[in-house]
């Protein structure tokens, strides 16, 4: 085995000797130049040791010298990636390239114009190489000049937002704009130089205009990452990046890519890029987050953390990210709150294995304490200023708030609503009763046509009387008929507003017509409220205080339906607003029965009329009106029966199924055989609603003259008939 490998080094030696010579003899020939070139590097390439040994024999600087005198491009770039090659596999070599002198050649190479995209693009390489973990490298960039021509590079050679990397001439022009990106990230950075950053920090407006104006992972990747290395652990950088909008940038920037990651997991992953870079500008300012609040990144993040194409390293640097962005910025910190996000890193640290990524999510819980403390204020267990509490409480208490704000505004339409139809019924009411006298003629009118107001349920009269007895409910709700009346002035007023019968006839004639109106009709209408006193207690009270219905039905198919008790509430609230409305009964007068003193109840035309009849003892005012209402209803009803047009009974069904045959005999009937479509109804509808065979006669379409036993015995006999299966 040692023979083996000493024969190996033996050959590898030999070999490298061999290709030295070549370059040496055939300097007239480039392409066994390049060919030689290339054949050294793949041999460094195989063996470790063979760098060392090409060193030690004077190749590396016979190779740098070529480099800097062959007339030939072709031999140029392949001495330029052979150097590269060898200096980045071995540290030693490293070393001996970086001199002052390379740096000023290569310099020139890239700022000559006559040098081609692939001799600038090695050169960038060997820059990359010589400067990487090499802090002296660092400040020979510096020092001469290379670093500027870097900048300047950056700068031009790749200036069309709007580009085809099919196209070879600009996928070369991005190759080599892509490699000055990378060697700009190794100047700054790794080890750190400051000058280096302070130096780079110069290029970032014109990278803000490339991420506002290219959305291309393209042009992102390098760009993110020459930021992020260039601000990072330096906060007067931090600063100035954030001066020129460099933060607001990259959080639009991400936003946008977190929209786009519900279509394509390749802008999950850039925005994870974005991530990084801005979570090192925020890392040793954590008062810089106020500038993420503005564009809700808390949430955005926490929106991204749970995407299937992350893998654990990208997810650290989601919470890390979450970390330092809650760290000091209380906005944030409730965005965090707000968003759940406090599930979403206990399941973290509980699902999670990687140490990391626990050691961030303990991180983010650990910076939003202090914010659970806070809105725990209800607690007592901690002291805060009143400017800290009241805020936390306005945004706690605003959202619920808002629901109370919209329903206080709709009761305030609906009650202005209801101001403005009183105030339009008071001025047609007073317009149209201006004296007592029309109002008999109108009684009687009613009495001759009990029809003509209530039939369809249209006309304005009716639709103000009927609301006459909800103004009064809504009235009282609303604090108009107070409860708490002390005073006999106060409860004069009341009276006079709330009770619907507070004045009366003064012309003797006039309560003479009205007496012998109402007597009869009052008794026979006492004697059936007696007899179903219930339901016509309950009735009464929809009728006052629910909304009438609208009916668009024909009138003479409405006819039939009208209820003669309520035709003759509605024409006693008529009398009951007439009375309000006159202005010759203004003084109040003395009470001395139970209508006289009731004060402070929702009174109308049906609830005082009960009153009036409970009172043993009624004053001459309210007993000429109970024998008016009496007589009035009498004549109604007569009316109504003789013109056959409204029944006060139900009338019954008649049974049109079941026939008969001469003789009062019964007929069978037709036996119908259930079809498969009716057994599938069936069956459907015991799976369905189980045992409910009205139900089903009614769900399914079965013939005519089904009935619910025809179901229920054609079901048990299919279940106890073994040839038949339920389905």
């Not at 001025?427 to 009495?447: A, C, F, H, P, W």
Request: charged fraction near 25%.
């Amino acid at each position: 085995m040692e023979s083996e490998e000493a024969k190996k080094i033996q050959e590898m030696k030999t070999d490298l000797n061999l290709l030295l010579e070549c370059l040496k003899y055939q300097m007239d020939n480039p392409l066994s130049q390049k060919e030689a070139l290339v054949t050294i590097y793949s041999i460094c390439q195989q063996n470790s040791d063979a760098s060392v040994y090409f060193r030690e024999i004077g190749g590396l600087m016979f190779i740098k010298n070529l480099a800097k005198s062959s007339e030939h491009s072709m031999v140029k770039e392949a001495a330029l990636f052979t150097l590269g090659a060898v200096a980045e596999e071995n540290v030693y070599c490293q070393q001996s390239l970086c001199t002052s002198e390379l740096f000023e050649e290569l310099t020139l190479f890239l700022s000559n114009d006559d040098s081609n995209t692939n001799l600038k693009r090695m050169s960038v390489y060997v820059i990359l190489v010589l400067v990487s973990n090499n802090r002296n490298g660092q400040t020979l960039v510096r020092e001469t000049g290379c670093i500027t021509v870097l900048s300047r590079l950056f700068r031009t050679v790749f200036s069309n937002y709007e580009f085809n990397l099919s196209d070879k001439n600009v996928f070369q022009k991005y190759q080599l704009w892509s490699s000055v990106c990378s060697t700009l990230c190794v100047c700054v950075n790794n080890p750190q130089n400051d000058e280096n950053q302070m130096f780079c920090c110069s290029l970032f407006p014109h990278a803000n205009e490339w991420l506002i104006n290219c959305m291309k992972p393209e042009i992102i990747r390098p760009i993110c990452s020459f930021i992020g290395l260039t601000l990072a652990n330096n906060t007067y950088v931090q600063k100035y990046f954030i001066s020129v909008g460099g933060l607001d940038i990259l959080s639009q920037v991400l936003v946008q890519l977190e929209c786009d990651s519900h279509k394509t997991p390749s802008s999950a992953k850039l925005a994870v890029v974005v991530t990084k870079t801005m979570d090192a500008c925020i890392a040793d300012n954590p008062t810089f987050g106020v500038v993420l609040s503005k564009y809700c990144i808390v949430s955005k993040l926490l929106a991204l953390l749970p995407h299937e194409s992350l893998d654990s390293a990208e997810k650290f640097s989601i919470i890390l990210a979450l970390g330092h962005c809650t760290e000091d910025c209380e906005e944030n910190q409730y965005d965090l709150f707000k968003n759940n996000g406090l599930p979403l890193m206990i399941q973290a640290l509980t699902e999670s294995q990687n140490e990391e990524l626990n050691k961030a999510a303990t991180f983010v819980l650990h910076n939003c304490k202090k914010i659970t403390e806070k809105l725990s204020l209800s607690l007592g267990e901690y002291s805060f200023d009143e400017n800290e509490a009241e805020q936390l409480k306005d945004i706690s208490v605003t959202e619920k708030n808002l629901e109370e704000h919209w329903k206080t505004a709709k009761e305030i339409l609906h009650r202005i609503d209801l101001l403005e139809r009183e105030e339009n019924e008071e001025n047609i009411q007073r317009g149209r009763y201006k004296n007592i006298s029309s109002m008999k003629i109108n009684i009687q009118d009613t009495l001759k046509h009990p029809h003509a107001e209530n039939v369809g349920g249209t006309t304005a009269e009716e639709d103000k009387v009927k609301s006459q007895p909800r103004q009064l409910q809504s009235y009282k709700s609303h604090g108009v008929i107070s409860k708490a009346c002390e005073s006999d002035d106060q409860a004069k007023m009341l009276l006079k507003n709330a009770n619907p019968i507070n004045a009366c006839y003064t012309d003797s004639g006039q309560n003479k017509t009205l007496h012998k109106a109402t007597s009869s009709c009052d008794q026979n209408l006492h004697e059936e409220t007696t007899f179903n006193k219930k339901n016509f207690v309950s009735q009464s009270s929809d009728h006052a205080f629910k909304h009438p219905t609208h009916i668009v039905k024909n009138r003479k198919q409405q006819l039939p339906e009208i209820d003669p008790f309520t035709l003759c509430s509605d024409i006693i609230n008529k009398e009951v607003i007439n009375f309000q409305s006159t202005d010759n009964h203004s003084k109040m007068l003395n009470y001395r029965c139970s209508g006289c003193i009731a004060v402070g109840k929702p009174l109308n035309s049906r609830n005082f009329t009960k009153l009036l009849h409970s009172c043993p003892y009624q004053c001459d005012r309210h007993k000429v009106i109970v024998e008016a209402e009496d007589r009035y209803k009498n004549e109604l009803r007569k009316s109504l029966i003789c013109s056959k047009k409204i029944l006060l009974t139900p009338r019954r069904r008649q049974l049109t199924n079941k026939s008969t045959i001469p003789g009062g005999i019964k007929k069978r009937r037709i036996r119908k055989n259930f079809t498969e479509e009716e057994v599938n109804y069936l069956f459907h509808g015991v799976k369905k609603m189980g045992n409910h065979w009205n139900s089903i006669l009614w769900s399914f379409p079965f013939q005519q003259g089904r009935t619910a036993v025809d179901l229920a015995q054609k079901y048990h006999n299919l279940v106890n008939c073994p040839k038949c299966a339920v389905p």
